[in-house]
């Protein structure tokens, strides 16, 4: 049985929440879905400039899982931009 995921502290709820290619239908596009805690990950490191080892400690989780989160959070937004999908940030 795999073990349970530990929450992680999310001091951060976005107002907006959807993304999309200006000019293409929303009906056309695939979306990609950035998780609660990608979206702290990207803004605590990014945006507000925190180490990698503050914004773990701030998100209260180890500093190998901060880096998987934020590497899965960048590889979406990527993958959206690249292929021209929608970005869906979902609130917690």
């Known amino acids: 049985m795999p073990r349970p995921k530990a ?8 107002d907006v929440t959807f993304f999309k290619p200006r000019g293409v239908p929303m009906k056309s ?5 950035i998780l609660p805690e990608e979206m702290e990950a990207l803004r605590l490191k990014d945006f507000e ?6 914004a773990a400690s701030k998100m209260e989780t180890s500093q190998s899982t901060f880096h ?4 899965s ?7 959206a931009i690249v292929k021209g999908m929608a970005i869906e940030i979902r609130k917690h």
């Open 68 to 71: 998987r989160i934020i590497s």
């Open 7 to 14: 929450r992680k502290r999310i001091c951060f709820n976005p």
């Open 29 to 33: 596009l695939q979306k990609i879905e």
């Open 49 to 54: 400039g925190f180490s990698q080892e503050e």
């Open 73 to 79: 959070a960048r590889k979406k937004i990527s993958i």
